[in-house]
């Protein structure tokens, strides 16, 4: 896969929702340091940068009962508390993030945000960078009754917009899950990530639109404009 030429470039949306870790800012670090401290404080091995970067994509409620077993609510506890700790102190937008959600915001497009991040935790990050004003709603992990891939995080995050999910809402996000939830949503799915991992979900689950970062959507949006 690679990036594709503005002259492919679809209609101009009527809405975009937003995955945040690692599509809108990098808090790999913070994550990791949580996860790797939970996995050793249950006798568990740590994760590399490789593995943890493939590996979390699912809400908390979903993965920690598949690696914590009955434990997982402890585990749980142990691991928000520690990312509490740190996660603000190296929470850094990405590249090109802020001049998207600026240029988006100039052109009256609606936007949101689903992510698997708990929504308390999700909506002091966003607030702390001062972007909530950009975001009609900000849907985390246990909002609603089923987290990512499901299409109801989706349809709250929409909500009182007046926008139906469809081919004119793209969902941008930077793993297979999130590509997954796209296509559960019907929603057009823009995968922002460089390299392309080597995820068999992502052939069951394909972009339509790829680019290695939030300047290439800028970019591409002020083209088509």
């Not at 979903?62 to 102190?89: I, Q």
Request: hydrophobic residues 45%.
């Amino acid at each position: 896969m690679s990036a594709l030429a503005v002259k492919e470039f679809p209609a101009r949306p009527r809405a975009v929702l937003f995955d945040w870790d690692h599509t809108l800012v990098d808090n790999w670090d913070a994550i990791r340091a949580a996860l790797n401290f939970t996995l050793v404080s249950f006798g568990q091995q740590e994760w590399s940068v490789e593995e943890t970067r493939a590996r979390v994509k699912a809400s908390l409620r979903d993965s920690f009962p598949l690696l914590f077993g009955e434990r997982w609510e402890a585990a749980r506890t142990v691991f928000l508390d520690h990312f509490a700790a740190n996660h603000l102190e190296v929470l850094k937008p990405l590249p090109g993030a802020a001049d998207l959600l600026e240029h988006l915001a100039g052109q009256g497009i609606y936007m949101g945000i689903v992510s698997n991040k708990r929504g308390p935790v999700l909506r002091l990050e966003v607030t702390h960078l001062g972007w909530d004003r950009y975001f009609g709603r900000i849907i985390g992990a246990e909002d609603a009754p089923e987290d990512k891939p499901s299409p109801i995080p989706v349809s709250m995050a929409l909500e009182g917009s007046g926008i139906a999910p469809g081919a004119d809402v793209w969902f941008v996000g930077d793993t297979s899950i999130d590509m997954e939830c796209a296509h559960s949503a019907r929603c057009m799915p823009v995968l922002v990530r460089d390299p392309v991992p080597d995820d068999p979900a992502l052939t069951a689950f394909p972009p339509s639109w790829l680019a290695p970062h939030c300047g290439q959507l800028t970019d591409w949006l002020r083209n088509s404009a």
